[in-house]
Structures are given as C-alpha cells and as structure tokens.
C-alpha cells in the first residue's frame, strides 16, 4: 500500500471512529500494515468497523487478523480435513503414497506427512488416529495463522534471528 492510499485509509478510520490519531501512532500503523493492498486493507478495517460494537481505533492485530481471514478464504475445518485424509486411503491406499499426499492439499498433506500415511493406511484404531489427526491439524492450522499474521519484514527478521540462535547453540556445544 502506497503512503498516499494508506493516508486516505486513515482518513476513513479516523472518520468511523470520530477520533484523532496521533501522528506516532499513525507511523506505527503504516509500518506494520504497509505490506497489505489498498484494498484488503480497506476491506479489512471496514469488516472490523461494521462488526464492532464500539467506534473504537482497530488495533493493527485485528487489522491484520482480518485482512487473513479475507484473503485466505473458506478454511478446512479439522473434521473437514480428516475426511479428505480417509477418501485418500480408500483410493490410493498403502503403496500410491505419492499419489495420496498429492490429492490433499499441501497443510493437510503435511500433518498426514507428520503421522505417517502408510501408519494411517495400517492403523487399527483409526479412532485414535482421527483424534491425533484433528490435535496436530489445529496446531498447524493455528501456527500457519500466526505467521499469515506478521508482516513479511517481521517474518523474515525472526527467521534471521532464529537461524542466529541456532549458530549461537551449535557453536557452545
């Protein structure tokens, strides 16, 4: 978002709200949500304005949270998830892995990566699984959330820092 359409951005907050924003406090809202389009951005802060109760200054959280939920779409849900996982079995069973993983989209392939799918394929309990299937898909689900939450620059900072730290760890050793 350009600086010129997030200022007529603030101008419409500003306006919902019938409040002043102090010029810091703007500054700070450009840096985190100046990686959002104009228009997800707008459309983000007008979702947030309709739905609040109170005419209160969206918080750049919320903003983003938002702006996520309208990019990304319809979410599978886990049980959603668990059926797709269960039709893969039944059409490709133990020896098409491959052809399994890919029929399922990428976040679901990559929980059924973590559990193994010829485990799943051989399972005995399939009701145990279904239950660790769900758990671990709601950790991925709420972890891919998260990152879609951060400005790319904050992303990419914690990356950096993360691999500092690893080389930090293995150096002492």
Same mark, same amino acid.
């Given at each position: 978002?350009?600086?010129?359409?997030?200022?007529?951005?603030?101008?419409?907050?500003?306006?919902?709200?019938?409040?002043?924003?102090?010029?810091?406090?703007?500054?700070?809202?450009?840096?985190?949500?100046?990686?959002?389009?104009?228009?997800?951005?707008?459309?983000?802060?007008?979702?947030?304005?309709?739905?609040?109760?109170?005419?209160?200054?969206?918080?750049?959280?919320?903003?983003?949270?938002?702006?996520?939920?309208?990019?990304?779409?319809?979410?599978?849900?886990?049980?959603?998830?668990?059926?797709? !996982?269960?039709?893969? !079995?039944?059409?490709?069973?133990?020896?098409?892995?491959?052809?399994?993983?890919?029929?399922?989209?990428?976040? !679901?392939?990559? !929980?059924?990566?973590?559990?193994?799918?010829?485990?799943?394929?051989?399972?005995?309990?399939?009701?145990?699984?279904?239950?660790?299937?769900?758990?671990?898909?709601?950790?991925?689900?709420?972890?891919?959330?998260?990152?879609?939450?951060?400005?790319?620059?904050?992303?990419?900072?914690?990356?950096?820092?993360?691999?500092?730290?690893?080389?930090?760890?293995?150096?002492?050793?």
């Amino acid at each position: 978002m350009t600086s010129s359409e997030f200022t007529k951005l603030m101008g419409f907050v500003m306006a919902a709200v019938d409040k002043p924003v102090a010029r810091p406090t703007i500054d700070a809202y450009f840096e985190m949500l100046k990686d959002l389009s104009y228009d997800l951005a707008a459309a983000a802060v007008k979702k947030i304005i309709a739905t609040d109760e109170y005419p209160t200054l969206p918080t750049i959280g919320k903003i983003r949270q938002a702006a996520a939920e309208i990019s990304r779409g319809h979410i599978l849900s886990a049980p959603e998830a668990w059926g797709m !996982v269960l039709k893969a !079995v039944h059409e490709y069973g133990y020896y098409r892995e491959g052809e399994a993983l890919a029929s399922l989209p990428e976040h !679901v392939a990559e !929980v059924v990566r973590w559990m193994g799918f010829q485990t799943i394929c051989m399972s005995e309990k399939i009701s145990v699984d279904r239950g660790q299937f769900l758990r671990m898909y709601e950790v991925h689900q709420k972890r891919e959330q998260e990152q879609a939450l951060l400005p790319p620059a904050v992303r990419d900072m914690m990356k950096q820092l993360a691999g500092g730290m690893k080389m930090l760890g293995d150096g002492e050793k």
